[in-house]
């Protein structure tokens, strides 16, 4: 058996330091390229992602370096490589039973009457993957050797790596019964059927040359799945038998990230695999178990998850420690994969030098990774001057201007219980069908419009100054008022101004308050082709003047109907930036709030009468462990509370959720007291508003209609009969229709067919309704 590698990280971002991958997929998508030049270019990406790594001193030939590229999601590549794609797709296969690259963008995107896979987030962050549907009859086969033929790539290249692939266990557990199950049916229940598709791909990998493989398995820190943490140790304890008891095969490698991996740790324990990754950055070191002495442990003790350079001295007594638990060996690791964070914080020309030497983004994370390795190697003598320059640093936070702001604090401090309480919601609705008069079914979307070349031109030439402020503010004015017309023409009720000025929900009001700072190359993958550039929260939050009450007060005065205010909540706020973690996350969220909180006064004070207060990451933060659930729950529900509590009776504030799993956080959606609550339904065929019915949910609700997440144009007759579905279940004076999440990133073509779809299917059934009162 070949020796763990000393240090190593768990992924590397995919999409390219300045997007290369995303480009070329889209323009693969456009037909401006063929499969050829897309496979061309990827393979140049990784090539420059292993010399890259090779250079910041991964090793080349001792599987270091992890082969952790995808096209789209990690989830699909797994699903794709075992064959358990829904049936709906068989058709796309080669005529040797082979998935290639056109049929599994399909199955991420969806065709024609092809809907996609249904897409969630990863754990408690802010990636998407799209969730498998297994069945009793899913076909298990090795459908797709690309990671065998990019660890081929690799060995020609003069590289030995390490081939990343989700675990049979997380693979399973994260996927949903395929529509043609039978009730009750848990895709886990295919362990021992897949098990052999793992088997072949291992002896193909270590054919390839792999010496050890990375198997992903989350699943086994989770407490927020399905399967509960005994069933899916007794899945892990199965499968891992199979796998390690395989010939020929690499070594195994499991990896557990994103929380403690607990009782779990002695199931790997007296598995026969050869080395276990554990998260240390959410986890504590763990007590001794038995069957460690002969595996390696990899503490993941460098932060995966966020850009702080971070306490490196601390980092190095947690790999210390781990000696004492009986491994047979010990190496240094990231805690999770980096795809969570930018490439290269050297590439950020524009931050400040202070706040610079406070950061480390993939590239400077990897070189505390090898700088760990080479004190466990050599000992902490010889890395003590790296230590010391990192303590250095963390220190300096400490005290440096705007970490702390007395006026902040003091306001937070002041806080009393009833700033956190709105009148009765009976009075409130009351009010609202007073002031507003809309219609059974009123139809709204989310907020964005779609961003247009000549909207990111026209930005760009503002930031590069070459048009003035009044040229740029006139083309917003022109853009918002073809939006307002548009849906007046189309027919919706509560309008939106299409939120042109902003390139990214969270960016936008980071240029805004105080405390933040926004990045020039600073991309995180997001789901498939898309990214966003999380800000980076670093010191105490105000708002030092109005943000939004201009753009939505021109669009309300170009129409009778209600324009909401569009704005980005605390939660989510904090979900979609990089963090300050020198304090909980709760005394953050509460001075995100406040902002929040004077912003909605103000909007008011301009006429607005709708106001929405979007909470899409509300359950993305939602802790793995049980313990840990409460806390956040109650912080989170109370930080939204405090930004909308002192709104008017007459104000009708709208939340919006996407993709977060309604019926696991129902208590908390009710606890939030919003007026209507928007959520993502289109994807998973209306399968929320069944956990909505059950719940008692009695405030008003958008299930989605529309997967913005598609190219798809849905019918009007596949809108109507979700809607069917949801009136069937949900009383009608609950229901709002509205897309699944807002529409920025789809092109005026289909965003138009979708919404004359959607005003077309909501008129039948109001009056299908109104046939039947």
Known sequence: MTAFPQGTILGYPRIGRRRELKKAVEAFWAGR??????????????????????GLGLGRADSAIPESFSFYDQVLDAAVTVGAIP???????????GIGLPAYFTIARGEGDRAPLEMTKWFDSNYHYLVPEIGPDTVFSLSSDRIVRQVE??????????????????????????????????????????????VELLSRLAAAGAEWVQLDEPALVSESLPASTAELGAAAARAYAVLGGATPRPSIFVAAPYAALGANLEVLAAAPIEAIGIDLVRGTV????????????????????????????????????????????????????????PHDVDDESKLDARLVSWLA????????????????AEGRDAIEDALDAASAALADRVDAPGVRDGAVRARTAAL?????????????????????????????????????????????RFTRGEITSDEYEGFLREEISRVVALQEQLGLDVLVHGEPERNDMVQYFAENLDGFEVTENGWVQSYGSRATRPSILWGDVSRPAPITVAWSSFAQSLTSKPVKGMLTGPVTILAWSFVRDDQPLGETADQVALALRDEIADLEAAGIGVIQVDEPALRELLPLKKADQPAYLQWSVDSFRLATA??????????????????????????????????????????????????????????????????????????????????????LRQLWV?????????????????????????????DEVSATV
């Open 416 to 460: 009393q219980e009833a700033d956190y309480t709105r009148e009765d919601y009976s009075l409130r609705v009351a009010a609202q069908d007073e002031a507003l008069a809309l219609p059974a079914l009123p139809l709204t979307t989310i907020g964005s419009f779609p961003q247009t070349g000549d909207i990111r031109r026209a930005r760009a």
């Open 361 to 376: 983004f993939a590239d400077q994370k990897t070189a505390q990774v090898v700088t760990l390795a080479k004190g466990l």
């Open 646 to 731: 002192a709104a008017e009776t007459a104000t009708q504030i709208h939340t919006h959720l996407c993709y977060s799993e309604f019926g696991v956080v129902i208590d908390a959606i009710r606890a939030l007291d919003a007026d209507v609550t928007s959520i993502e339904a289109a994807r998973s065929r209306m399968e929320v508003v069944t956990d909505v019915a059950a719940s008692g949910f009695d405030h008003g609700i958008g299930p989605g209609v529309y997967d913005i997440h598609s190219p798809r144009v849905p019918s009007a007759a596949e809108v109507e009969s979700l809607l069917r579905r949801a009136v069937e279940e949900i009383p």
């Open 153 to 198: 790539e690799a060995v020609a290249a003069g590289y030995v790596t390490r081939p990343v692939v989700v675990g049979p266990v997380t693979l399973l557990a994260l996927s949903k019964a395929a529509d043609e199950a039978p009730e009750g049916f848990d895709p886990l229940s295919r362990l021992d059927d897949l098990l052999p598709v793992y």
């Open 87 to 97: 049936t709906r797709f068989e058709g796309l296969r080669d005529a040797d039973g």
């Open 286 to 341: 763990p007590d001794a178990v038995a069957g460690l002495a002969d595996k390696t442990i990899v503490g993941g003790v460098v932060d995966g998850h966020n850009i702080w350079r971070g306490d490196l001295s601390g980092a190095f007594d947690a790999l210390q420690s781990l000696r004492e638990v009986g491994a047979g060996g010990v190496a240094a690791s990231t805690s999770t994969s980096l795809l969570h964070v």
């Open 738 to 766: 509205n897309p699944d999440c807002g529409l920025k990133t789809r092109g005026y073509e289909e965003t138009n067919a979708s919404l004359a779809n959607i005003v077309e299917a909501a008129r039948t059934v109001r």
């Open 33 to 54: 390229i063929d499969e050829g030049e897309l496979e061309a270019g990827a393979a140049a990406l990784r090539a420059d992602v292993r010399e890259r790594l090779a």
